[in-house]
Each structure stands twice: as C-alpha cells, then as structure tokens.
C-alpha cells in the first residue's frame, strides 16, 4: 500500500518533467538565418539571433557584396551610436519578447537606409522560416522578409 500513495505524484512529476521536455525542444528564432536581398533575390546577409534573458537581438555575422561593393562597410548614413560602425558584428535588431511562434516589441535597423523601425517575427512551424517585418507606426505599413535557417 505504501507504494500505491506515492504513484500518482509520481506520475505528475513524471508529466511535468515532460511537459517541460517538450517546451524547450519547441523552435526558437534563436539561431543562424540567411536574409535575401528582395531586388536580387540573391543571399544578403548572414544573421544570429540570440536569446538574452527572455529578449531576443540579432547581430550581423557576414555579408554577400554584389562585386565591386565594400566588403566591410560602415554604418554611414546611421545616427547616434550606429553611425560609422561597421556593418559586420553590429547588433541591428534587438528587443524582441517571445509568444509562442511569435516575437513583438523589437525594433529592427536598415543600416541600408540608417533607419529604425518597429519589428515583429514570426517562426513557422517547422522552425526553418522566420518572417521579419519592419514597420513605421502599425504593421499594416511596413515589409515581410522571409529569412531561412542555415545549418
């Protein structure tokens, strides 16, 4: 009898270990992501996303220079602390918080552009899709880029 009483929290904690199992094998943007050029459709960039503390950021690890382009160019038409800063090692998203499949309140930077925008990702299913969309004001006015993940 003495073992039958301790069967059922046995079989919670059991659950639960599992439940926690299954959370953590869920897919992460966290992670190494190819970016396409849109006009090109040629791969831009090399992106690493990384969890801090419940917050995603993402750095800039390598870039695909069209011939005759700088290989290692500078924040230039960037403000504050971007400007001049070399693309190559920048964090230029940062802020993301995680829902489910979904990532909000991030801001993204073009260092094309030296804009920031507001920014939202969302990771498909399988985990090897992230839609990143930059957006001035609400997202119904900004751009998708569908980033896939490298191995």
Known sequence: M????FTAPAVLIALCLFARAAAAAEPTAAGVWKTINEKT???????????TNGEFSGTIEKIFPEPGE????KCDKCEGKFKNQ??????????????????????????DEGQIYHCRMELSADGGKLDVRGYVG???????????REP
């Open 86 to 111: 070399p693309i190559i090692g920048m964090t230029f998203m940062w802020g993301f918080k995680r829902d489910g499949a979904k990532y909000s309140g991030g801001e993204i930077l073009d260092p």
């Open 70 to 73: 700088d290989p290692a160019p």
């Open 2 to 5: 003495r073992n039958q009483r």
């Open 138 to 148: 609400i997202p119904l006015f900004g751009r998708t880029q569908t980033w896939t």
């Open 41 to 51: 459709n040629k791969p831009d960039s090399i992106v690493r996303i990384v969890e």
